[in-house]
């Protein structure tokens, strides 16, 4: 049977890991084994508890434990769960919450990229790309347009970042995902990949080029904002690719070229 605390203070110390803890304090480098993070929404924490995880807490308001969190409060048996006012969840989240449900969860063990990409056919590489917003729908694109699987250089924001998490609608419980090693890019091929760079460069492949459907393993190779990919990266990948633009666009953002990228060659026939 759950056990429900009422809270009325932003300041109690039950909502630290909610409201007062940093991304890189819930992750714990030094204490893996402890690190969090927070899922937003039922749908979130739904497909959280789908892959696994563990919930510690929730946070929702009052009219929700018989409305839009009964099923996630049964789910998630015995844990506390905290209610607060709408006033309170939006002075943590910094906006109104539509479903009110926050849960704090226990971060699942890391995988290795030989691990997600074991069964892998198409995946999506990125590289260096720190802005958690555009992690998060490249997520979305990979779940909705056919990847396997998502590895990401040491440098990329983490997926279970707040913000990666709530933009993915959840979806990086459902893509596999893991960090490269220091080989980098180059350790996708010795995976059996081979690799695409997604760059503006003259000499480039057409996206719908028959040779990139063709691999039976592709890796398909996304940059940082701005920058795009680096030179050394794009010197060691197999193909490279640059969308075609109009009307004076030289680029789109990572987010809308992986979707792009992901249509025309991700597992979606």
């Not at 769960?81 to 969840?89: D, R, S, Y």
């Not at 926050?102 to 030989?114: F, G, I, K, S």
């Not at 492949?205 to 063709?214: G, N």
């Not at 690719?241 to 009307?247: G, S, T």
Request: negative net charge; aromatic residues 6%.
């Amino acid at each position: 049977m759950a056990r429900i605390f009422e809270i009325k203070d932003f300041s109690d110390p039950r909502l630290d890991a909610f409201a007062r803890l940093n991304e890189r304090q819930l992750l714990n480098r030094d204490k893996p084994e402890e690190g969090m993070f927070i899922a937003e929404s039922p749908k979130v924490i739904d497909r959280a508890l789908d892959a696994g995880c563990v919930p510690l807490t929730l946070l929702l308001e009052p009219d929700h434990i018989e409305g839009e969190a009964k099923g996630i409060i049964e789910r998630c048996k015995d844990i506390p769960v905290f209610t607060a006012p709408m006033n309170v969840l939006e002075q943590i989240t910094g906006y109104k919450l539509t479903r009110g449900v926050l849960c704090c969860m226990r971060r699942p063990p890391l995988r290795t990229a030989e691990e997600v990409c074991k069964n892998a056919t198409r995946i999506a590489v990125l590289e260096d790309v720190m802005n958690p917003t555009n992690v998060g729908a490249i997520f979305r694109c990979a779940a909705a347009l056919g990847m396997d699987a998502v590895v990401l250089t040491k440098a990329s924001s983490d997926p279970l970042y707040r913000r990666a998490i709530r933009v993915s609608m959840g979806t990086v419980f459902q893509v596999p995902w893991a960090f490269l090693g220091d080989e980098g890019v180059s350790q996708l091929n010795s995976l059996g990949f081979a690799t695409v760079a997604m760059a503006l460069e003259n000499d480039t492949l057409s996206i719908k080029d028959e040779r990139l459907k063709a691999e039976k393993k592709l890796a398909v190779v996304l940059g940082t904002e701005g920058e795009g990919i680096k030179r050394a990266t794009i010197a060691e990948c197999d193909y490279t690719v640059c969308i075609p633009m109009h009307n004076g666009v030289d680029s789109l953002n990572v987010a809308a070229a992986a979707a792009v990228a992901f249509f025309q060659l991700g597992n979606n026939e």
